[in-house]
């Protein structure tokens, strides 16, 4: 069976691990700690990083941090992980929801503006599969009606933008707030973990208080203060040093996981490219203005009848291929609170996308096996 997903293991991690146990210091915020975060602020033109437990905790982290109160409305894509939403829900937000591109499961940069109202408070882009959304359209908008944007990076680390100025711009680094995540389907894993991205400067003193559980520990901690107590809300939202001893074995093997991801990536898409437009499936497409970080290789299926015959025909060959997101705006959760557009092309990708195994340990020949058996079963639905 070739399985979806294999975490990969650098050799390091152990090694890390132990030396943060004989550290005496496991409770975060150590030498493992800060080496990730600096390589983050460094690499990635952050002006502050925290590590969180998940890159959940750092969505709730940036929805406390600009002030969401029941009643804010929070602009997202419907095609995404329930976190996304489930950060400012918890806040009493509503979300009001937007579709998906034509050409892109991401959001429809252009129909953003049609849903701000005077309740609008933030905008949270979501980089689906590590592709930048047009930055440039949603910054514009944020600064003409006063918004935060909150970038959803979990599947984008490594990945740019190109403005149109012709900067490019790390992923994470251009909204006011971001968040990463590091589990172990991600390109970087520490099993569960996350990573808040602070690019303006008034949250940086507060999320360290959020952070540390509503208390100034950190100031304390740096000599700044003789003590420190309960100053705000905040929750339990710091990683262990063993969370992030084994993240740092990874992001020191960042060039090499990479590398190595984006030649599987394109492995597939020499296969895929050309002869599935034949079948009626789609293959990703790539803006000139993002990057592709080869996070995952999706095909999208001409319908949910498709989809279906595929997935089930790979896994009696032995392969785990995978659909992805559910229509949030559909959930049985949040149905009732949507307004009741449509919104057609995230159901479509919800209906019809199908993600590829990927993962560092897949070798070329098992991409040219699965892309064959991809091939094989199309020409036998269509027969």
């Known amino acids: 069976m070739i399985p979806f997903n294999k975490p ?18 496991l409770s975060g915020n150590g030498k493992y700690t800060r080496l990730a975060q600096t390589y983050f602020e460094e690499k990635y033109q952050i002006e502050k990083t925290l590590l969180t437990t998940s890159c959940t905790d750092a969505l709730e982290m940036a929805a406390i941090l600009i002030g ?19 950060a400012f829900v918890l806040r009493g937000a509503k979300i009001v929801f937007v579709d998906s591109k034509p050409n892109h499961p991401g959001l429809d940069e252009n129909k953003l503006e049609s849903l701000i109202t005077s309740k609008t408070k933030a905008i949270v882009p979501v980089h689906y ?19 935060f944007v909150i970038e959803d990076a979990a599947q984008a680390i490594d990945s740019c933008y190109t403005s149109r100025n012709g900067q490019k711009m790390p992923l994470g680094s251009i909204g006011h707030l971001a968040a990463f995540s590091f589990h172990e389907t991600k390109n970087i894993s520490s099993g ?8 303006d400067r008034q949250f940086i003193n507060r999320a360290e208080i959020i952070w540390e559980k509503g208390t100034n520990r950190a ?4 000599g700044e203060i003789n003590k420190y107590g309960w100053v705000d809300i905040g929750s339990s939202f710091l990683p262990s ?12 093997h960042l060039q090499e996981i990479q590398e190595k991801r984006i030649k599987i990536w394109n492995r597939y898409n020499s296969h895929f490219e050309a002869k599935l437009k034949l079948f009626g499936i789609r293959t990703p497409e790539i803006p000139g203005y993002a990057e592709n970080n080869a996070h995952m290789y999706y095909i999208i299926a001409k319908d949910a009848l498709q989809r279906d015959f595929i997935i089930q025909r790979m896994k009696e060959s032995g392969i785990m291929a995978v659909f992805h997101y559910l229509s949030l705006h559909k959930s049985e959760f949040y149905k009732r609170c949507h307004d009741g557009r449509e919104l ?16 560092i340990d897949l070798t070329l020949e098992q991409v ?11 020409e036998e639905y269509d027969s």
């Not at 009643?71 to 976190?83: K, L, N, W």
């Not at 599969?129 to 918004?147: E, F, K, Q, R, S």
């Not at 040219?368 to 199309?378: A, K, P, R």
């Open 8 to 25: 990969f293991i650098t050799g390091k991690e152990l090694a890390y691990i132990e030396d943060a146990v004989a550290s005496g210091k």
């Open 368 to 378: 040219d096996y699965i892309s064959q058996n991809l091939l094989n079963i199309l």
């Open 241 to 252: 040093e063993i969370t992030s001893a084994f993240l740092w074995a990874q992001l020191e």
């Open 129 to 147: 599969a590590g592709v930048a959304c047009d930055m440039d359209v949603i910054m514009d908008l944020a600064l003409a009606y006063n918004l």
């Open 192 to 199: 569960e973990g996350g990573l808040l991205a602070i690019n």
């Open 219 to 222: 100031s304390f901690f740096r």
């Open 344 to 359: 057609p092309w995230t159901d479509h990708y919800s209906e019809t996308l199908i993600r590829m195994p990927f993962f």
């Open 68 to 86: 969401i109160e029941p009643g804010d409305e929070v602009i997202m894509p419907s095609y995404t992980f329930v976190s996304t939403a489930n």
